[in-house]
């Protein structure tokens, strides 16, 4: 397994911007996906944006499609989410997570969460 360490989270207004990190540490070989994941209280986990890391491909969720980054540095094991023209429908607690597409596109990942078998403690962004 992975292990997985978010920050960055906050409290921002409406229209503003915040940048999440993710920490990965363990091992991060037998891995090819990571994803953003957010659940805000009393909803369901949505997925958020996806990558492979070893493409780069990446996927987002239509609720965020032109606001919200994905990317990952390599060298530091490091996933981030940048997050611009916020609104108060992104509150919520964010989480990363990793995982092994087996064969599924990165466009499904975010459908499929069982995909990704190591998550983050998350972090907390309230748009206010």
């Known amino acids: 397994h992975v292990q997985l360490v978010e920050s960055g989270g906050g409290l921002v207004q409406p229209g503003g911007s915040l940048n999440l990190s993710c920490a990965a540490t363990g091992k991060t070989n037998v891995l090819n996906c990571m994803g953003w994941f957010r659940q805000a209280p009393g909803k369901e986990r949505e997925g958020v944006a996806a990558i492979h890391t070893r493409g780069g491909n990446t996927y987002y969720a239509d609720s965020v499609k032109g606001r919200f980054t994905i990317s990952q540095d390599n060298a530091k094991n490091t996933l981030y989410l940048q997050m611009s023209s916020l609104k108060p429908e992104d509150t919520g607690m964010y989480y990363c997570?990793?995982?092994?597409?087996?064969?599924?596109?990165?466009?499904?990942?975010?459908?499929?969460?069982?995909?990704?078998?190591?998550w983050g403690q998350g972090t907390q962004v309230t748009v206010s």
């Open positions: 997570a990793a995982g092994w597409l087996f064969g599924h596109s990165i466009n499904d990942a975010l459908l499929r969460p069982t995909l990704f078998d190591s």
